[in-house]
């Protein structure tokens, strides 16, 4: 018979409790990171414009019947995603006097329409409770006929805003920029000329807040330019011009392991400055109309444009410390700053999402493709989402699948992996056509259709302290 002392045992005993100990604090400092990771969501796509959500509780069915947590009218029109900070939401709105004319779902022509709206119109931030919907306070920022035109398919809020958790910074491209406390009290405003888009199409970049500083991009017909603004006071840091037409992409400020930079989506060129509006470096090669807005993955940095009419849809995945022009050579898919390009694949509308270790592809017309997202090399090709229709919204993904929504208020949830596989559709009803994409916070999914603005949720998330 062995015999152990007590003060083994005691040795034994605290080790094991100490790493008992240890394992549960890292469990719960983990759990922590996870809570605070998922309790905001303070621009478009969330944080680091992912698109991402692995918080347990997201629901991946619902349909008006099942995990509705609630559902509220937003009166008038926009695009813009609401965002998220703390208990409160946000969502911009533009109404007018009588009824808009109402926008069609798809891809077509015709939807031009060359003069302003004859309308009076209010541009308006609303304020939500996140836990039931109630409305705790609007503002109307801006209240005039509009003194620019817009495509069918726009509408005149189609910028989404972006919080710091104090105040929240509000954009529509051509009439102003504005800063207002999460309480609702105005701090300051900057007002923007209306700038003349391609065929009267529109604006639709989203502003950007990266340390002190909000940046935006304008770009137009008129006098394209990349902006800094200090976010205390308003007060124009820098404006850099860019030898840009028309384009619709978010910027991205990418803080990478070399340097911070400014991504700019255009083109005529895909540009990047530093913190201070010089040039860093530049390539070729885009589509004629930028719509998809930069990300970060795997240390690489994606950026697409993909005009359905194009020849040129490239994706490409760039390399940290780039400079000068590091286009690509005509029959070239990658070179010392591009990790690799896909020439063909990019969506129009929506972005781009990397999940794991692949790339996901929406393409506007219902189809769905996947890239390993570190190599390009192709996962699995074009897949067609059954009566999938048209898409306009950003996919996001959550607990091993992505989520496609189309313009009817229909969601396509797809598993993720090297296997294409279609799970299940979920629908809502939606008068107007859907174009926002949505917020993950909380364990819930804040999606908005043309009309109404959802919390989509499973009912235990609301008995959560």
């Known amino acids: 018979m062995v015999r152990v002392s007590s003060e083994?045992?005691?040795?034994?005993f605290d080790f094991r409790t100490a790493v008992i100990l240890m394992l549960f604090g890292i469990a719960v400092a983990s759990l922590s990171r996870h809570a605070s990771a998922d309790s905001e969501w303070p621009r478009f796509r969330g944080p680091g414009a992912r698109g991402v959500s692995d918080h347990p509780q997201l629901p991946d069915r619902w349909s008006e019947s099942e995990n509705i947590l609630w559902k509220r009218p937003v009166p008038g029109r926009g695009w813009a995603s609401p965002i998220v900070s703390g208990d409160r939401v946000f969502v911009v709105t533009v109404t007018r006097e009588g009824m808009p004319e109402s926008a069609r779902p798809g891809l077509y022509f015709g939807?031009?329409?060359p003069k302003p709206d004859d309308a009076m119109h209010e541009w308006k931030l609303l304020c939500l409770n996140l836990k039931d919907g109630s409305e705790l306070w609007q503002k109307t920022l801006h209240r005039a006929k509009p003194k620019s035109a817009r495509h069918l398919k726009n509408s005149y809020a189609s910028e989404t805003p972006v919080t710091d958790g104090e105040r929240v910074y509000v954009l529509f491209g051509d009439v102003g920029l504005f800063c207002l406390t999460v309480e609702g009290d105005n701090v300051w405003s900057k007002p923007l000329p209306p700038c003349q888009t391609r065929f009267d199409w529109g604006t639709a970049s989203s502003p950007v807040l990266h340390n002190n500083r909000i940046y935006m991009v304008s770009d137009s017909e008129d006098?394209?330019?990349?902006?800094a603004f200090d976010k205390h006071t308003g007060d124009q840091v820098w404006r850099v011009k860019r030898d840009e037409g028309s384009n619709?992409?978010?910027?991205?400020?990418w803080?990478?392991?070399?340097?911070?930079?400014?991504?700019?989506?255009?083109t005529g060129r895909i540009r990047s400055y530093d913190l201070d509006g010089r040039l860093l470096y530049e390539l070729g090669g885009s589509s004629t109309i930028n719509i998809g807005t930069p990300y970060t993955a795997h240390s690489l940095l994606y950026v697409s444009s993909g005009y359905v009419l194009d020849k040129k849809r490239p994706i490409f995945a760039l390399k940290p410390g780039a400079s000068g022009d590091i286009s690509l050579a005509d029959d070239a898919t990658s070179n010392e700053s591009i990790a690799w390009c896909q020439k063909q694949e990019a969506p129009y509308n929506p972005s781009t999402i990397v999940y794991g270790e692949q790339l996901y592809v929406l393409h506007d017309r219902g189809f769905v493709a996947s890239f390993d997202a570190k190599t390009g090399k192709p996962v699995y090709g074009k897949q067609r989402l059954p009566n999938g229709r048209a898409f306009t919204s950003s996919p996001w993904a959550a607990n091993g699948k992505i989520f496609c929504l189309n313009e009817f208020g229909e969601t396509f949830v797809i598993r993720a992996g090297r296997e294409f596989e279609l799970l299940h559709t979920n629908s809502l009803e939606s008068e107007t056509v859907c174009m926002a994409t949505p917020a993950l916070v909380d364990g819930r999914i804040l999606l908005r259709t043309g009309d109404k603005l959802y919390c989509i949720g499973q009912?235990?998330?609301?008995?959560?302290?």
């Open 248 to 253: 619709w992409a978010t910027p991205f400020v």
């Open 8 to 12: 083994s045992l005691t040795r034994r």
């Open 255 to 266: 803080d990478n392991e070399i340097r911070s930079e400014i991504v700019t989506s255009g």
């Open 459 to 465: 009912p235990e998330v609301t008995k959560r302290p």
């Open 223 to 227: 006098e394209s330019y990349l902006a």
């Open 111 to 113: 939807g031009n329409r």
